[in-house]
């Protein structure tokens, strides 16, 4: 009897064990392809786009690598989701995430092979309490909690590029932060790339600095200065010859109607000067009449300041964008205490110093390339998320593998007293939390069989702290060596990862829709 057909003809469906081996096959090949930029002595990827330009990007960000990829595959697309809402949440863990998930799928498709259904899975609760015994949190204290946040940020730049310079842009990272006072909004902290130097030059600035020059004839520096931020145009006191359609009888009307929109100007830059403001600032253009005016009036006029730079402008100065200037009083002014010009390499910028919103500050990051200063911005962000989240969950665990090997051993002993065929799942589960200092040892190029085992036996004492050191290729003592990690990642990382699996394996059939055409309309 012929199977009733319900999809259209270039629809098509796969169910069980085939849906099931492509979700596997699709979601592992994303593991693998990350899991070698895993670690202190994680390699880099070049990803390189076909376009105009060829635009080239060097990282080991797992995040950034999933996201530049164009993925056919459902469940890879969901590997590449849990790294981007991890990278949003929390900043860091985005390749320990996809590659902890495409272990437990590893782990699942050897159940599923050996006859164990595959929602026979165990929750993540187990490995979290294991965890949630051994955190330690220094709030009260706060030298020791100042050190706790060198350690997480040194450990989380010590698989980035600036891992020679981590000391360095730890302290930056950590006093950047702590200016927010507890804040997560890191809108404050603003990053400038300038190539040149080195990026041991980089160093963190109190203040705004917009990359902008100061125009001819205008005042270079200003003392308690009102800023008037704007989004408006000023670039109408000449006639356009694009897109403007006059009709006149003689030259002279055309002069009559330049001199009528350069009185529009005039009276446009009065309003804006009754203001009582001495800096204005502008997204947009300012053409000469209008920027000759201001100068006249000893005010500073600052043209095109991108987007970007305007709504962080506002933001820490406590003033508005304004587009109309009909009503002073409605309009919100910036403060700020000084503004002057300063020379980083061979560029000139803007400098607001004592500005309203005293957490705000810069960091200026300098190097070689602009490829080392994007990657170098990408690692100094993960850093700056990861400290703001700790300021707020300030619960600190020890890194280098150690959280993975006491979750481990929990649902270890947890397989041993529970019965029956959930046992082996369980097993299982241990084994893909034991895959993540695995690949840290392989990654680094050492023997991680025999680095694992000896781990395993120290952590069946009482109180350790042994993780893997990567420098020296041996066991080391995380407390000695100062290796820390936010208790808030490993959660995110290991919660994030469990549900991902959990949601792939439930998943028995792949249905594709047809493509959508064209209606051809008479």
Known sequence: MAVERILKD???????????????????????????????????????????GHQVTVTNDGATIL????????????LVDISKVQDDEVGDGTTSVVVL???????????????????????????????????????????????????????????????????????????????????????????????????????????FILDKKI??????????????????????????????????????RVAEIEGAEKEKMREKVQKIIAHGINCFVNRQLIYNFPEELFADAGILAIEHADFDGIERLA???????????????????????????????KDKLIHFSGVEMGQACTIVLRGASHHVLDEAERSLHDALCVLSQTINDSRVILGGGWPEMVMAKEVDELAHK???????????????????????????GLDSAELISQLRAEHHKEGCTAGIDVIFGSVGDMVELGI?????????????????????LR????????????????
């Open 67 to 78: 996201k530049s990829l164009h993925i056919d595959n459902p469940a890879a697309k969901v």
């Open 215 to 252: 125009g001819i004839g205008q005042p270079k520096r200003i003392e308690n200065a009102k800023i008037l931020v704007a989004n408006t145009a000023m670039d109408t006191d000449k006639v356009k010859i694009y897109g403007a359609r006059v009709r006149v009888d003689s030259m002279s």
């Open 10 to 52: 270039e629809a098509s469906e796969e169910k069980g064990e085939r849906a099931r081996m492509a979700s596997f096959v699709g979601a592992m090949a994303i593991a693998d392809l990350v899991k070698t930029t895993l670690g202190p002595k994680g390699m880099d990827k070049i990803l390189q786009s076909t376009g105009r």
């Open 315 to 345: 933001l820490v100065t406590g003033g508005e964008i304004a587009s109309t200037f009909d009503n002073p009083e409605s309009v919100k002014l910036g403060h700020c205490k000084l503004i002057e010009e300063i020379m980083i390499g």
């Open 101 to 207: 998930a495409g272990e437990l799928l590893r782990e699942a498709e050897k159940l599923v092979a050996a006859k164990i259904h595959p929602m026979t899975i165990i929750s993540a609760e187990c490995a979290r309490s294991a965890l949630l015994q051994k955190v330690m949190d220094n709030k009260e204290d706060a030298e020791k909690f100042t050190s706790d946040l060198m350690k997480i940020a040194m450990t989380t730049l010590s698989s980035k590029i600036l891992s020679q310079d981590k000391e360095h842009f730890a302290k930056l990272a950590v006093d950047a932060v702590m200016r927010l006072k507890g804040s997560t909004n890191l809108e404050a902290i603003q990053i400038i790339k300038k190539p040149g130097g080195s990026l041991k030059d980089s160093f963190l600035d109190e203040g």
């Open 484 to 504: 820390s990690e936010s208790f808030k990642v490993k959660q995110a990382i290991l919660l994030s990862a469990t549900e991902a699996t959990e949601m792939i």
């Open 507 to 522: 998943v028995d059939e792949i249905i594709t829709c047809a493509p959508r055409k064209r209606e051809d309309r008479m």
């Open 418 to 444: 529970t019965p029956g065929k959930k046992s082996h799942a369980i097993e299982a589960f241990s084994r893909a939390l034991l895959a993540i200092p695995t690949i840290i040892a392989d990654n680094a």
